[in-house]
């Protein structure tokens, strides 16, 4: 990491809209070069872009090991070594447990858990190897922490990010790399305004919520940029929960 706080190049997956291309964009203002992979490669170019010069946009499918490792190398050859990796990208699903397929669940569990430690994995190979500092922040859910009907595939995956943030925290501090992860609750993107753009559902939501507002995609850029920081150096194996306090009722 430079003085002052910024990583130098990062990667962000997931990042060709919505709350990915939020963190790619606060990076980018940070003086951040930013990779933004996506498997939408629809808008992607265009989403990298709007973050600046400093910007590349680069094909990624979490499914499979060859587009991980093809990404990291592109990334690192556009702009040279990286310093975080942000996990974002991922696969929501609302299905009651009982209607739960075989492939549904394979869908979300390789992307969100087994993609994301295939990726850190790759990236961290790559730290050690090259006996640099860095850090990984993973993008994990407050349906990881507590449980909600026909969120089953997806909770589950969740709650698995947030131990593999632990576990891999644990493993490889003595290399100087810092893993955290970032547990939103239900945040307002394009995408998510439209679901709850009737009135009466989105005042069911907001109940739930004890502070009464729903956190934006700003502030978990915002908590990124914290735990990717120097002002976060003694940082690892947390999860900052950005829930408007609905999971401590």
Known sequence: METGGSPRAA????????LGHAIAMALARSGTRVALADIAEEGLAQAAQACGPGSVALPLDLRHADSITA?????????????????????????????LTWSEWDTVLDVNLKGAFFMSQAFGARLVAE?????????????????????AAYGIAKAGVIHLTKMLAVEWARFGIRVNAIAPGTVMTPS??????????????????PLGRF???????????YLAGDGAASVTGHTLVLDGGTTVC
Do not use: Y
């Open 71 to 99: 990404c990291l190398a592109a990334a690192a050859e556009k702009l040279g070594p990286l310093d975080l990796l942000v996990n974002n990208a991922g696969v929501a699903l609302h299905r009651p447990a009982l209607d």
């Open 215 to 225: 956190p934006t995609a700003q502030e978990v850029a915002e908590a990124v940029l």
């Open 131 to 151: 006996k640099r500092p860095g850090a990984i922040v993973n993008i994990a859910s407050t349906h990881g922490i507590v449980a909600l009907a026909d969120r």
């Open 192 to 209: 998510r305004a439209e679901l709850l753009k009737a009135p009466e559902a989105r005042a069911r939501m907001l109940d739930r919520i």
């Open 11 to 18: 990667l962000v997956t997931g990042a060709a809209a919505g």
